[in-house]
């Protein structure tokens, strides 16, 4: 079965500490991106990443990293430099990074921070 | 400065009838439309895409319609369903972009009820 997986479903971090969302998918896709979403609003690009070792700064980056070390995995790290960090946390996966590709979605990550 | 607009935050709808729902977009370098549909607690799931240089896609009881002229797209959902019941987002992607950057509506919750 192909798809996009995420982990964990649901992760709780308190105040000052740096957290990992992991992300993996095995569709073979050359494209990897990360979204926030929050309440009453779209999707906001984090970080994408078009091949293996490149990854570009999306919309909204400030607070976050990434890193592509592997086709099949794009993980994302919170830090405690990012002011707002409980969202949604959604990653995404396209066949390449043309403009003609949709783009398909993991479950999601809840981050909440205490 | 919100360049994919969904104006109606919820649409109610019975069982059986139309659903209508709507998109409006500022950016006429975007070339390329796609709309998702989103459970809770869940990534988004592709649901039909259009390019510019068509007016009209259909795929089973979902079609969108694209009016350049007016920076108008619309999804219809006939029949509608009680499992139709989610967040619907509408996205756009722009010739040019290297990435296939996607942006993205605030959502549209729709009820169908029985």
């Known amino acids: 079965d192909g798809g996009i997986t995420q982990s964990p479903k649901y992760l709780f971090r308190k105040e000052g500490q740096n957290v990992t969302l992991s992300c993996e998918q095995n569709?073979?896709?050359?494209?990897m991106y990360w979204y926030r979403q929050d309440p009453g609003q779209g999707l906001r690009l984090i970080y994408y990443?078009?091949?293996?070792?490149?990854?570009q700064k999306g919309d909204i980056a400030e607070g976050y990293s990434v890193s592509r070390e592997k086709k099949e995995s794009f993980p994302l790290t919170v830090t405690s430099a990012q002011k707002n960090p409980t969202a949604f946390y959604l990653c995404?996966?396209?066949?390449?990074?043309?403009?003609?590709?949709?783009?398909?979605f993991g479950p999601g990550t809840r981050l909440t921070v205490l | 400065d919100q360049q994919v607009k969904q104006n109606s935050p919820s649409l109610s709808v019975q069982e059986g009838r139309i659903s209508i729902l709507n998109c409006d977009y500022t950016?006429?370098?975007?070339?390329?439309f796609l709309w998702y549909k989103k459970y809770p607690a869940e990534g988004p799931t592709f649901l039909i895409s259009?390019?510019?240089?068509?007016d009209k896609n259909e795929d089973g009881r979902f079609t969108v319609f694209l009016n350049k002229s007016a920076k108008h797209l619309s999804l219809h959902i006939v029949p509608s369903q009680p499992g139709d019941s989610a967040v619907y987002f509408c996205a756009a992607s722009a010739r040019g972009t290297s990435y296939g950057k996607l942006t993205f509506g605030q959502g549209t919750i729709l009820t169908v009820h029985p």
């Open positions: 995404a996966s396209s066949r390449n990074s043309g403009s003609y590709n949709e783009q398909f």
């Open positions: 259009i390019s510019s240089i068509k």
């Open positions: 990443s078009q091949i293996v070792n490149d990854f």
């Open positions: 569709l073979n896709h050359d494209a």
């Open positions: 950016n006429s370098m975007f070339d390329y």
